[in-house]
């Protein structure tokens, strides 16, 4: 126990203080962006990650992050909303949309649910070029910059827009996001609530004739999911300060569940580790120029031909990576 | 009116030859192919090279995309799916190397064939008009005759030879039909390459009037996926109705829904879900369980 609660402190040492002294002292500070963009998927993955722990594949987080983004968007330049307000905003729209689509739809298992999930991402792309406020393909640009947030009149963080280094702030921004929604998440896998889920996972009608409310918790279990994936949206707007229908199309719901994969399904940390993986190794093979998807790619099939079961599944000496 | 439904019915039938594939290859291993977009458009890209460039007649560019196609899905089931369901724990591992392998055929596609929009030239000139109450081009008509052929071609396959029986047997019960002495392995390359190729022959087929490009892919999957949720996944019927339902309602919604903007794929969607809510399997699809 001991143990783990050194590697969670070792964890967080890095993140907050030896990352931000790295980046410093050797300079590379477009490094951040690339670490802060880490995070917010990782916040994104980490719910695709729940909706697998009650066994469903859920290629659909797109649609939500894109959907927060837009409330985020949408609240911030028209009704004048603080930044900080619209992140629970977005991420509470996006869970409320869920459970209207995840009613019908979760009633879907395996390959079912994987389609119709991947269907709403390019739906939801659809209807943001549609709709009469989000201003088409143009997006909603120039958004402002998130202003100070004050507690009680105490300024808790001071305004982006007079940071000497707003990157160092959305970083560190972003990390505490993902942090607090690891934290969420681990808890959420060892509560009553995770058990009821693993429950699900592994045979649906089983837990229901013992009485596991079945419905009942795919959709709350959906809810979070789409709640996170709606606050990765929400703080990309932010950074970027722009939103277009296509800043989160289907690519990107494969790629979070592609995240899930490579980490590993069994672990809560996996979907951290995927995207750290995939995303940096993704930049570091930029200098490939033109055959970087290529080997992307073939890099990503080789993996799945080696570790089927994840990265993560190396350290899983029990040999059981459920 | 006539010609919204006769629209509808030419793309329903394109439509069904895409959804075809698909839903074999998923009967038959449980694989939901994601690169399936990616092989229509390389087979698009074969024949444009075959045809256009090479100077050949349209024909070998549709047998060199089938070909090629069929070469290339049996290759990905023997070195790719195959060790991969054996391995791992869950079933969904597949679904990793499907993208991974539709990302290595987008780079491959950009690397040989280029980001252009590629077509080529007409096959029939001319342009059959009753009335002006239907209006159709004569080698829209062409595509859709031979689309019409090779669904029934594929229908016949599938129910009175060997091999389409060896691959029903598998689709019912892959143990089964193991059991009965069915090799198992080798109607699974046999069909992924069948689905492979029906891919391979829209795109050629469709190089013609469309024209290919690239960024067709992704777009093109999604539509398959919508239509094997309408006919349910597995099973042959439904991703021909699927195919010509999905079909229609493009081109009826195409026409009736133009007023409000471009929300055709909304009110698809939409009525999916109230329909998946009543149907969860789909027209035609075998409830699970």
Redesign the interface.
Known sequence: MNKQILGILAFLLGVFVLVPVLIAASGRWDLYYTLTSVALLAIGSAGVWLTFYIGRINIGQGAYALMGGYVSAVLMTQAGVSFWATIPLAGLFCAATSVAIGLPILRLRGVYFAMITLVLTEVTRLTALALPFTNGAKGITSIPLPGALEVFGITVIPSFATMANPKLGFYLLAATLMVLTYAALWRIVNSRLGHLCRSLQQNEELAASIGVNTAYLRVLAYAISSFFGGLAGAVFVAISQSIYPSSFAVADSVNFMLYCFVGGLGFVGGPMLGTFLLYFGWDLLSFAKQYQLLVYSSAMIALMLVLPNGVLSLFDRKGDGK | MEQILANGLYLGAQYALIALGLTLI?SLM?V?N?AHGQMYVFGGFVTYTVVAQWGLPFVVGLVASALILAVMGALIEVF?FR??IR???????T???A??????L???I??LFGEKQRGVPKIVNGVFNWDFRLIMPYDRILIFVLAIALIVGFIALMQYSKTGRAMRALAQDRMAAQLMGVDVDRYSMIGFALGAMLAGLVGGLLVTITGINLGMG??TS?KA??M??IGG?GVISGAIAGGFILGMMESVGLTVLAVY???T??VI?AS???F??FR??GLMGKP??
């Open positions: 998923f449980n939901l994601f790719l060790p991969v391995k791992s724990k869950r079933d969904e591992s679904m990793l190397l993208a991974g392998i539709a990302f290595f987008d780079a491959a950009l690397l992704g777009p999604i996926f919508l094997i949720m996944a903007g471009d929300i794929y909304l969607f999916l879900m109230v998946l809510a969860p399997q699970w369980g």
